[in-house]
């Protein structure tokens, strides 16, 4: 089983966000978790630190934890607004071209996913900050429905990685589908709309469904992890990350990138093709 590490940047700063409600939402949050326990006073404070500081991205650290440890992640930027996705086009344009020259993948964070038109316009729009030809999408909050896969397909998406279940990798026409199998906040909110679940109910979920996908014959095992929470403000989402990595690097899985995985399953598809002439 290989593991496939993707980020999605949600958020840039905090005052994007001034024309609705994800700043209050998130104080709010942030207090019942502290009340609870979840989270300690120096969680708290330093959330309130960087409301004030105008900072909700932890892109720089997280791309030199994953360059040092040599994990082939891809991040996925947003190109248009909605559902608490609130950055500029420019400023999507700057991180796309940051990120990329320091050797990760990139793709588009979907909003669109039920409208071609709008679909297409988010493509065309990567397709020009980028000057990539090839790349994937996985959709904001994982938005899909019966034709979202079709339209990603004739658009010209290489992938999509927003459909969750325990599921190995399947082709729509010309597009891979990587199922996605781990994702943080499932991970840390368990039936809530706040953390609900300590580092070491975290990590001991994560292994379950480890192994389950292993059993189960997944090869490719895709996990998903915000770099906003890689911070000391949310102090066990990182450090469950950073178990993570070495956790399934102690039990010898290999990590690789959706474009080499695709190779991959192509070269496999190629091989059968000829052992049947």
């Known amino acids: ?10 958020h840039i700063t905090v005052w994007e966000h001034k024309k609705d409600l994800i700043i209050p939402k998130f104080i709010v949050r942030s207090s019942i978790e502290l009340y609870l326990g979840k989270i300690c006073i120096e969680e708290y404070f330093l959330r309130i630190k960087n409301l004030v500081t105008n900072k909700w991205q932890n892109l720089e650290k997280l791309m030199q934890f994953d360059k040092e440890n040599a994990i082939p992640s891809t991040f996925f930027i947003g190109v248009s607004n909605g559902v608490g996705l609130r950055y500029s086009l420019q400023m999507a344009e700057l991180w796309t071209k ?13 909003i669109a996913y039920n ?14 900050i980028s000057s990539l030809e090839k790349f994937g999408i996985r959709m904001h909050y994982l938005r899909n429905d019966e034709s979202t896969l079709s339209f990603l397909e004739k658009v010209g998406y290489l992938f999509d990685s927003s459909i969750y279940g325990l599921k190995n990798p399947f082709k729509i026409g010309n ?3 990587f199922p996605l199998h781990i994702m943080d906040g499932y991970i840390f909110y368990i039936n809530s709309h706040w ?3 300590t580092l070491k109910q975290a990590k001991d979920r994560t292994k379950i469904i480890v192994e389950k996908a292993y059993k189960n014959g997944i090869n490719y095992f895709t996990i998903l992890f915000h770099d906003r929470y890689f911070s000391q ?6 450090e469950w990350y950073i178990w993570l990595i070495a956790f399934l690097r102690d039990n010898r899985f290999q990590f690789i990138g959706y474009k080499d995985a695709i190779q991959e399953l192509e070269n496999n598809i190629n091989e059968k093709n000829m052992d049947n002439k």
Do not use: L, R, T, Y
């Not at 940051?98 to 979907?110: L, P, Q, R, S």
């Not at 403000?233 to 990182?238: D, G, H, I, N, Y």
């Open 115 to 128: 409208n071609f038109e709008k679909i297409k316009e988010e493509f065309e729009a990567f397709k020009k």
């Open 98 to 110: 940051k990120i990329a020259g320091k050797g990760f993948d990139v793709g588009v964070h979907g």
């Open 175 to 177: 597009m891979w589908e």
């Open 195 to 197: 953390q609900n679940q």
């Open 1 to 10: 089983m290989k593991i496939i590490i993707s980020h999605d940047v949600d």
């Open 233 to 238: 403000e949310f102090k066990s989402w990182k």
